[in-house]
């Protein structure tokens, strides 16, 4: 896997994880500011991601898994504090739960808590993977300035710097156009396997301190209603869990609002180091 990394100080070391057919360089903003705070930071190319390799098989949440464990112990790194954005926060609480000595503090970056149900047409489906997919094969086949317009157009608060980190989910085909990185067989298996394995089957053996960041666009009004029960349940069945809200905000809030993300992420890794109260 590739890994980004930014050396930091003598901070907790940050693993910061991206969503399903996204990279790691759309964390960059973040992570400059995490280790300006002094925090060694590490970011994740999936396989089959960015610029990791691109293998066969293993496009499950147990294979990534795996492969964020063995990424752990290469890099000796235990008690680190995991922000996972999207599918990347359904792989920070499965590895926290089965492997709790890696993770000391995780962030659930609008993911992580989503409730795979089939109860409107803002509900998370295999189907609504499906048109995601179509969208997919719509603007496979653009020029690269074609897909960067695009991107302005459907993100006009991102940096130039996290338009340019979007592209690098696609490459170049023979003729010049560009192509998804991620085979479409492989979104999909990764797709199935997230409504295979659910993040609340693991809330409770998750003994970390859990921060869930939660988005609510502008344009998806009843989708908050949706977002508020699904974070109330997570809240519910993990031990040590807050919740902050950001309003008229995208799904992709870390490369919307890369300062206050960061503001965030520090505070969860004040609240892990924080001497435990005495008691009385």
């Known amino acids: 896997m590739n890994v980004r990394h930014r050396p930091g100080r003598d901070g907790r070391p940050f693993l910061l994880l991206h969503g399903l057919g996204s990279n790691a360089r759309l964390w960059d903003e973040v992570a400059g ?7 060694p ?3 994740l190319d999936m396989r089959g ?15 990534a898994v ?21 599918w990347g926060g359904n792989l920070a609480v499965r590895l926290a739960a089965q492997h709790p000595e890696l993770a000391a503090g995780l962030a ?28 997919w094969r719509d603007v496979t086949g653009t020029t690269e300035e074609t897909m960067r317009e695009l991107l302005r157009g459907l993100h006009p608060r991102w940096s130039e710097a996290a338009v340019s980190a979007s592209l690098a989910d696609m490459v170049q085909g023979p003729d ?17 396997s997230m409504w295979q394995d659910p993040p609340a089957r693991w809330y409770p053996d998750i003994t970390a301190p859990v921060l869930l960041l939660v988005a609510l666009p502008a344009h998806a009004a009843s989708w908050g209603t949706y977002a508020r029960k699904w974070v109330a349940e997570a809240e519910a069945a993990i031990p040590r869990a807050e919740s902050r809200w950001y ?5 992709n809030l870390h490369v919307e609002e890369p300062e206050r993300v960061a ?12 001497p435990a109260p005495e008691r009385s």
Request: charged content about 25%; glycine content about 10%.
């Open 33 to 39: 500011l995490l280790a300006a705070a002094g925090h």
């Open 41 to 43: 930071v590490y970011a």
């Open 49 to 63: 991601h960015g610029d990791s390799d691109l293998p066969e098989h293993g496009y499950d949440n147990a294979t």
């Open 66 to 86: 795996a492969d964020l464990v063995a990424v752990c112990r290469e890099l000796r790194l235990t008690g680190a504090l995991f922000a996972g954005h999207s």
């Open 108 to 135: 659930l970056v609008d993911g992580g808590w989503l409730g795979f149900v089939d109860t409107s047409r803002y509900a998370p489906t295999r189907e609504k993977s499906v048109e995601l997919a179509g969208w």
């Open 176 to 192: 010049g156009l560009l192509v998804q990185r991620l085979p479409l067989e492989h979104y999909m298996s990764l797709a199935d």
């Open 247 to 251: 309003v008229d905000t995208d799904h």
């Open 263 to 274: 503001g965030d992420l520090l505070d969860l890794a004040r609240l892990v180091d924080e």
